[in-house]
């Protein structure tokens, strides 16, 4: 990485806790036959919008990334009947809704507008069972035909695993303990029992990963109204501030990472500590774009929660499980929540719901937490520190 790419982006500040989650929502998750994407997205729109107090006049932005449009911003303004000051469908993959935290919080600090609604909707599993997405491999990659997006994640594990002793059964753990907090979220689609033996019988996909460590197929939408936070303070649930957000970009085809055991989310993490004023050892909870199992290992040491290479060690031991030293993905993420083609803003809304106090699996005391968002083949990454109100 070049040494001044930190230098450059230090000179940004964010409006640490001047904009605040005031409403969210999630809404067919799992399966919704029947309904196009757009309805999805706006029905859990229209039900973020009223769990915020508000009714959609009041949105004056609006953010949203889907599968099968790409004019969705225009498309959503016209199904809802508004007219936003602002839209922006930008397309980084699943850490695109974190990118619209960063740019509607710094719009709302900037008095560019005032309330924003970030949406997402999904029909894959009901339209056609698989990941539904234009993106594939670029020309250069292409003809080697291996499996997309899988096989990129596939060689970071591989690499992983030749430079640090990574095992098939560090990966395991990280699908267990996602089933784990899965078995008691009611919205979660799978719950049936998984072991560490069951994952290293699981069929072989794309060497070293197996069924086990990949992400579901399911349908499900997910909003959040983001506001000024004096105003959130005056809407009838808990205001979460956000604290901090950063994305860093390093390339498209997971063949052009200069050391593909490291994500740029070794640079959006310490960016977005920087702008809330804290570190990893802050973060009361974790929510990790979790594609696939290798990716919790990735992403817990680029964030700084351990050193890079020893991802496998922390989590051994149901360590990221219920009731381990780091709570991680407490809905059951990806792997066993939902994974409705791009997750990136279910781990901003499981977040949020921690500080808030009614998740599923909601933890005592919960002051602050992370949701980290992940793009393309390990390409994109963006980081967002959310807190509660005494925080700010």
Not at 32 to 57: K, N, S
Not at 111 to 121: D, P, V
Not at 127 to 136: D, E, F, I, N, Y
Request: hydrophobic share 40%; net charge negative; aromatic share 8%.
């Amino acid at each position: 990485m070049p040494s001044n790419r930190w230098g450059r982006h230090e000179r940004g500040r964010f409006p640490r806790g001047r904009a605040a989650i005031a409403g969210l929502a999630t809404w067919g998750m799992g399966e919704a036959p029947g309904h196009t994407t757009m309805e999805i997205a706006a029905q859990a729109g229209l039900r973020a919008v009223a769990d915020a107090g508000m009714t959609i006049a009041d949105v004056d932005a609006l953010f949203i990334c889907l599968p099968d449009d790409i004019f969705a911003g225009l498309s959503f303004a016209e199904y809802l009947g508004i007219d936003p000051r602002f839209t922006d469908n930008n397309r980084t993959g699943g850490s695109s809704f974190m990118s619209h935290v960063i740019t509607a919080s710094l719009a709302i600090a900037a008095g560019h507008i005032e309330t924003a609604l970030i949406a997402y909707g999904s029909n894959q599993r009901s339209a056609g069972g698989k990941l539904s997405t234009p993106v594939t491999w670029n020309q250069w990659d292409a003809p080697y035909r291996a499996l997309f997006p899988a096989s990129a994640y596939a060689l970071a594990a591989s690499r992983h695993f030749h430079e640090y002793g990574t095992t098939r059964t560090h990966l395991a753990e990280v699908a267990v303990a996602a089933r784990q907090w899965a078995q008691t979220n009611p919205e979660a689609f799978a719950k049936d029992p998984l072991t560490i033996e069951d994952c290293l019988a699981s069929r072989m996909i794309t060497t070293p990963l197996a069924k086990s460590d990949f992400c579901l197929v399911t349908d499900g939408g997910g909003a959040i109204v983001l506001t000024a936070t004096d105003r959130a303070r005056d809407c009838p649930r808990a205001p979460v501030p956000v604290l901090g957000g950063a994305a860093a970009t390093w390339y498209n085809s997971v063949a052009q990472s200069r050391d593909i055991t490291t994500t740029a989310a070794a640079e959006s993490g310490p960016r977005a500590y920087r702008m809330a004023g804290l570190g990893p050892n802050d973060i009361d909870v974790v929510q990790i774009y979790d594609a696939f199992t290798i990716n919790t290992l990735l992403f817990l040491e680029d964030l700084g929660f351990c050193a890079k290479g020893e991802g496998g060690d922390f989590v051994s031991g149901g360590a990221i499980a219920p009731g381990g030293r780091l709570a991680v993905n407490t809905n059951g993420g990806g792997l066993s929540c939902g994974h409705p083609g791009m997750y990136g803003l279910f781990a901003l809304i499981e977040a949020a719901r921690q500080i808030r106090g009614d998740a599923a699996n909601a933890l005592p005391n919960v002051a602050t937490a992370l949701a980290h968002g992940n793009g393309g083949t390990l390409s994109s990454q963006a980081t967002i520190v959310l807190g509660s109100i005494d925080t700010v």
